[in-house]
């Protein structure tokens, strides 16, 4: 039991709104009260007290959408693009993604953790304390599992909950070029069997796009994902509008990601079905995208938006969901109280996690200490981190 005294509270409802100097009570791992610490109820009168000299708290970030672990890097790619050739160019000649996964094929899986650590270790540093971490560089089941392997090990590690998600459906391998139905019957369905009967799983996600599955393929996906009770997410409408976002939303998805290319059936498709809009401004940045996310019409819509790095090789070697924050308001024009539940409240939300991204009693005590006078600093900032303090289950770390 422990009281942490002296504090203001941020990011519950609107980011510009800062409580007065307030208390959070913490016992097992949990938030057991918030309040005027004259208030503070008598059972936690002998709790240790800690006075965090008026600093501003916000809920622990939460990124909720991650390619992190992978090998290699492509930072020749990153050249080629510069040049001219497109990613999708790049992606149809063997490239991208492909180049990604003969990478992480060939790491061991001591190697593979290896190489994610320095990025997650950037990422923790600004006070995330849960990340979803994605398959999707094997394409081929044992890989695919050593991935998946890799990113529970980080949450051994690291003092951080790790969300695993199911992304074969991420492109073709070579090797099923001429049989795409065995690919997604052998390697994406069976393997999602053998990675749920080893515990791997918490969610499964899918690339809908002209260079990676369509729409009807995506459904049988999520249909063997459903008879398995695994929720599912997909990456739409990110190159372009195949209906993605409106297809996830008839499967009930907790997000659809990504979504320049959403039009207004997807928006009202995913409204409907409580679908959140995660949007991913690394990759826009680096894609030179043009096209916008509607956020504005999400907005209306009342969808609730969510921001992630989509920490990745190819478009978003994005390692700092503050940028990512700075980028969903300046890009994006979120404002800093969106970008700041895009990444606590929302991000939650897009993998079914309700036990965080508030500060309310009942939930996990995870939690960031800032050093800034006001919340929306954490929006308006460019490659600063004030962060104090990461509380991850009532523990300083
Ligand atoms: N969309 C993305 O932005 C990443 N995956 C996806 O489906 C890119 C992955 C890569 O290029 O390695
Ligand atoms: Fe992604």
Redesign the pocket.
Known sequence: MQVLDNLRLAGQGDASDLSEPSAIAIRDGLIAWTGDASDLPAEFAAAARRDLGGRVVTPGLIDCHT?VV?GGD?AREFAMRLEGAS?EDI?RAGG??LS?VRDTRAAAEDDLLAQALPRVDALLAEGVTTLEIKS??GLEIETELKMLRVARRIGQVRAVTVRTTW?AA?ALPPEYAQDRAAYLREVVIGGMDRAHAEGLLDAVDG?C?GI?FSPEEIAQVFDHAASLGLPVKL?AE?LSDLGGAALAARHGAISAD?LEYLRGDGIAAMAASGTVAVL?PG?FYTLHETRLPPVAALRKAGVPMALAT?C?????PLTSLLLAMNMGATLFRMTPGECLAGVTLNAARALGLPDRGAIAPGLRADLAVWDIAHPAELSYRIGFNPLHARIVGGEFV
Request: aromatic residues 16%; glycine residues 12%.
């Open positions: 390619h992978f492509r990613y992606a991208g993604i990604s999707g560089y992304l991420h690339f796009e990676a990456h990110q990504h991913l990759a989509d990745n090789p190819g478009t978003s």
